[in-house]
């Protein structure tokens, strides 16, 4: 059986495969260009886009050459026009806005011969969208010498574009966020370091606290095994690094000494489980500064098959520790002299007590006419003598030793691991310093420092407290001999103020 014709025609076949394909067509001539780009190679022009950035008049006169000889319904249907006729003398108002460069880049691929010219540009339609297309543009087979005939599509890819813009934004915003947070942040990447972890675990480890101990070289295996991915603005200024760069490359003088000993702390929470961490540790900035800082780990949820992906928070709490350093130091020092004060002696006292190291010596100090000179010359002049008081014996006494202030004018040096020689060396050291200061003072203050001392001393299974009332007993003889030579005993023996 012989199939009937088609009742319509090749020719007529592809007016309707024009008309009503669904993207945008249209049929174009593009002869007044060939023209215009002939005449300008034969004036010597050879990179078009420096030619065309010189003077925008020029991709005017391009896009002026360019005439339009039909387009299909769905080319009218996206750019709001009722008819060709009203699209066509709307064009200025479909191909207006910031076009130049994209423009230029589509002449500059009809310059170089491209069979194919593709672009991503944006149109508006008659109603003012504004439409993203991607735009292709290829001159019809049997005109490339002329043409006088180019086929171009607009696919419509509004859409697809207004969700990249909003990924953009949102990748925009995200770095805004990390780049400007007041914290220091780190992206990390610790899949190594699981690696590691890992294969412990397929050696049957399962004592990781053991292992670290009977291997600490690990805990600097795993240290530089981090790879970090990037940093933000804050951490460059809390570690005083001039760029990513340096600051990277100098990554260990920033996680050095202290450091290691927190890390294996965090390697035995990961172990356990613990991908969100917390915890306070000590780096140190590119100027040797220290920096405490509190640090927040966490692996991202996404992440927790490989901890590839690690943000690690660090917040500079440095002023915050030197407060808390000055509020211990007020609280076991006196303000005035700087010497310990009676909270910490007492402290001291009963750990010595209790611990040793034996023998134990003390020195019970009282501080010769404070009262007086309080009495005739105000407390200025005696907060001046205490200090000096406070100066000599800082110099004189060396550490496990130390000299406290328990009282106005009463002080006590508690010597651990010191017998009666060794006590009454300090006592001589003690008085020579006492002369050098007098001598430094002299014609300044017009007063002389001057100390009634008694020491004891007692061995393990006797109370230190007895040694005490021994020593303060032999100060109070020692200040009676001081008033008598004086000329005035200015108070007994049992007295407890001077």
Wanted: proline residues 3%; contains cysteine; glycine residues 6%.
């Amino acid at each position: 059986m012989i199939p009937q014709q088609s009742l319509m025609s090749p020719v007529t076949d592809f007016e309707a495969m024009f008309d009503l394909a669904p993207v945008s067509l249209w049929l174009e001539d593009y002869s007044g260009l060939k023209q215009l780009f002939d005449r300008w190679r034969a004036e010597g022009i050879v990179d078009l886009v420096d030619f065309l950035r010189a003077d925008g008049a020029r991709v005017k006169e391009c896009m002026s050459q360019l005439r339009v000889l039909r387009v299909n319904e769905t080319t009218l249907t996206l750019f709001a026009a009722s008819s060709q006729d009203e699209l066509v003398a709307n064009l200025d108002r479909i191909f207006r806005g910031d076009m130049v460069d994209s423009v230029i880049h589509e002449l500059d691929q009809f310059w170089r011969g491209c069979p194919l010219v593709e672009n991503r540009t944006v149109n508006y339609a008659l109603d003012g969208r504004r439409l993203d297309v991607q735009l292709r543009v290829r001159i019809l087979p049997g005109h490339e010498d002329s043409w006088d005939r180019a086929l171009v599509s607009l696919d419509d890819i509004t859409r697809q574009a207004q969700a990249e813009r909003q990924r953009e934004e949102g990748a925009r915003y995200a770095r805004g966020l990390f780049e400007h947070s007041p914290v220091s942040l780190w992206v990390e990447d610790f899949s190594a370091v699981k690696r590691l972890l890992d294969a412990l675990r397929e050696r049957d480890i399962s004592d990781f606290n053991t292992f670290l101990k009977v291997h600490p070289e690990f805990v600097m295996r795993c240290m530089q095994e981090i790879r970090v991915i990037d940093v933000n603005r804050e951490t460059l200024r809390m570690f005083a690094a001039p760029d990513k760069k340096t600051l990277l490359e100098n990554i260990s003088r920033i996680f050095r000494d202290e450091m290691r000993e927190s890390f294996a702390e965090q390697l035995q929470d990961l172990w356990a489980g613990k991908t969100q961490q917390h915890r306070e540790v000590c780096n140190y900035s590119l100027t040797g500064e220290p920096v405490h800082i509190h640090m927040q780990f966490s692996v991202l949820d996404d992440h927790l098959d490989d901890w590839s992906m690690v943000l690690v928070s660090l917040m500079d709490i440095t002023a915050r520790k030197k407060a808390e350093a000055y509020l211990e130091y007020l609280g076991k020092h006196d303000v005035l002299t700087q010497l310990r004060n009676r909270t910490f002696y007492t402290e001291e006292l009963n750990r010595l007590q209790r611990k040793g190291p034996w023998p134990v010596s003390v020195m019970s100090i009282d501080l010769n006419g404070l009262k007086q000179i309080n009495d005739e010359e105000g407390h200025a002049a005696g907060d001046a003598l205490l200090r000096r008081a406070g100066e000599v014996l800082s110099k004189a006494v060396d550490g496990p030793a130390w000299p406290a202030r328990i009282g106005g004018d009463e002080f006590v040096v508690l010597l651990p691991a010191t017998d009666e020689r060794g006590v009454q060396a300090m006592h001589e050291r003690l008085m020579s310093l006492l002369e050098l200061n007098n001598q430094f003072y002299a014609g300044r203050s017009g007063h002389t420092l001057s100390f009634a001392i008694g020491t004891a001393t007692c061995t393990s299974g006797e109370m230190i407290d007895t040694a005490l009332m021994r020593a303060d007993k032999s100060m109070y003889q020692d200040k009676v001999k001081h008033y008598v030579a004086q000329g005035a005993t200015r108070r007994p023996p049992a007295a407890s103020s001077s």
